[in-house]
Structure formats: structure tokens, C-alpha cells
């Protein structure tokens, strides 16, 4: 079973930029579309960006288009998630997991992800 671990997350300031990781065990890992998933305090998880097993093609949440940018390095079994022009509302844990069809891996602990002045 693929194993996720998040990291990269921390306390910024609105404007600010944050790189999401999320490095999986696993060399099947790079068969998989991903996405990055985020979870606010009393709300549902909701998937924010998704990028196919090639990596040749991502999608975004309305909310995050031109702020977000996911990306891969398949040789690394890593998915990253590059945050810009922050805002607070995007204050979560964030996850990654499969996305776009298939079941999903266990979950892993997320990263925390706060915007604050």
C-alpha cells in the first residue's frame, strides 16, 4: 500500500507563498492521477488541484486558478503544490491523495496551512 506524507506547510502572511510535499512510497505511485485536498475546520475535504500520472494535464478549484500550481517529479515519487498571493480563507490541513477516479490511498497526517497577519 502507498504510504503519503505531507510536509511543507506553515504560518505565512497574506501575500505570502508556501511549497506544498507530499512524498509516497511506492513505485506504483507514478500510475496515479493526484491531487491535493484541503480540509478547513468544520468543513468537507474539497480537492483544490489534480494532475494526471503523466503530468501533462492539472486542474484547479475557481478558487485557486492562478495562485496554485501542482506539479510531480515521478523519478522523486513526489507531488508538490507551490501557493502563491495567499489569502486567510485558504487556512486547512492540506492532503494529498489520489484524484480524478480510482479508490483512495490511506490518508496521511496533511500539512497545516495557515494565512495570517
Known amino acids: 500500500q502507498v504510504q503519503l506524507v505531507e510536509s511543507g506547510g506553515g504560518l505565512v502572511q497574506p501575500g505570502g507563498s508556501l511549497r506544498l510535499s507530499c512524498a509516497a512510497s511506492?513505485?506504483?505511485?507514478?500510475?496515479?492521477?493526484m491531487g491535493w485536498y484541503r480540509q478547513a475546520p468544520g468543513k468537507q475535504r474539497e480537492l483544490v488541484a489534480a494532475i494526471t500520472s503523466s503530468g501533462g494535464t492539472t486542474n484547479y478549484a475557481d478558487s485557486v486558478k492562478g495562485r496554485f500550481t501542482i506539479s510531480r517529479d515521478s523519478a522523486k515519487n513526489t507531488v508538490y503544490l507551490q501557493m502563491n498571493s495567499l489569502k486567510p480563507e485558504v487556512t486547512a490541513v492540506y492532503y494529498c491523495n489520489r484524484a480524478l477516479g480510482g479508490n483512495s490511498l490511506n490518508w496521511g497526517q496533511g500539512t497545516q496551512v495557515t494565512v495570517s497577519s
Open positions: 511506492g513505485s506504483i505511485f507514478s500510475l496515479y492521477n
